[in-house]
């Protein structure tokens, strides 16, 4: 039962474009959602959270929105760099995160 | 402040044997969660441990245990072992107890890559 689910294994935007990434969830009960960056030998390292109590978040160049009545989320990064290219996780608590399968961001210069 | 670091990074069994698996938490935090991440899948949560005890179990086999020690480093513990308990094996550590609301920030290692022939 995969209660968070990302529907895009990969994506890619041009460099200074704005990059969109996708999650949805099935679990009514996730009161706050995260998103993890991954680059290869490396663990996951938190980007940005977001509240059930709000429906957007932004730090920099990254904003997470959340639409409740649709149990969607998304990550825009704007404007995309290359350093952006990595594996995005989609994460949802409580008591214990639960990922999503992550989709693959590849900025191309 | 020191990160999360897991040992050994790389590891190959057979079947059958049994693999332990170290890691030490950041400096401040008091709780940690292992995750397994199969190729091409998100990390899935095995367990977490505060204070020394199992505070909340995935959707995995008794084969698969755990311990913390005092100083908050961790192990984890697989019996048995299967083909399909290849993947990579992340620990995280946060600063969360049992009120385990809010947004839980993991700070995670590299991880520890599981090869099961």
């Known amino acids: 039962d995969q209660q968070v689910k990302q529907n895009s294994p990969s994506l890619s935007v041009q460099e200074g474009r704005i990059s969109i990434l996708n999650c949805d969830y099935t679990?009514?009960?996730?009161?706050?959602f995260l998103w993890y960056k991954k680059y290869p030998a490396e663990g996951p390292t938190f980007l940005i959270s977001?509240?059930?109590?709000?429906d957007k978040n932004e730090d920099g160049r990254f904003t997470v929105f959340l639409n409740k009545s649709a149990k969607h989320l998304s990550l825009h990064i704007v404007p995309s760099q290359p350093g952006d290219s990595a594996v995005y996780f989609c994460?949802?608590?409580?008591?214990?995160?639960?990922f999503g399968t992550g989709t693959r961001l590849t900025i191309i210069p | 402040e020191t990160g999360v670091t897991q040992s050994p990074t790389h590891l190959i069994k057979t079947r059958g044997q049994q693999v332990t698996l170290r890691c030490s938490s950041q400096?401040?935090?008091?709780?940690v969660s292992w995750y397994q991440q199969a190729l091409g899948q998100g990390p899935q949560f095995i367990f977490q441990?505060?204070?020394?005890?199992?505070?909340g179990r995935g959707n995995f086999p008794p084969r698969f245990s755990g311990l913390q020690f005092p100083n908050y480093s961790s192990e984890l513990n697989v019996n048995a072992l299967e083909l399909d308990d290849s993947a990579l094996y992340l620990c995280?550590?946060?600063?969360?107890?049992?009120?385990?609301?809010?947004?839980?920030?993991?700070?995670f290692g590299a991880g520890s890559r599981l090869t099961v022939l």
């Open positions: 400096s401040g935090h008091n709780t």
């Open positions: 441990y505060y204070r020394e005890e199992e505070n």
């Open positions: 994460a949802a608590n409580p008591e214990k995160l639960t």
């Open positions: 679990n009514s009960m996730f009161d706050y």
């Open positions: 995280a550590s946060s600063s969360m107890g049992r009120a385990n609301s809010g947004a839980n920030v993991l700070t």
């Open positions: 977001i509240s059930s109590i709000k």
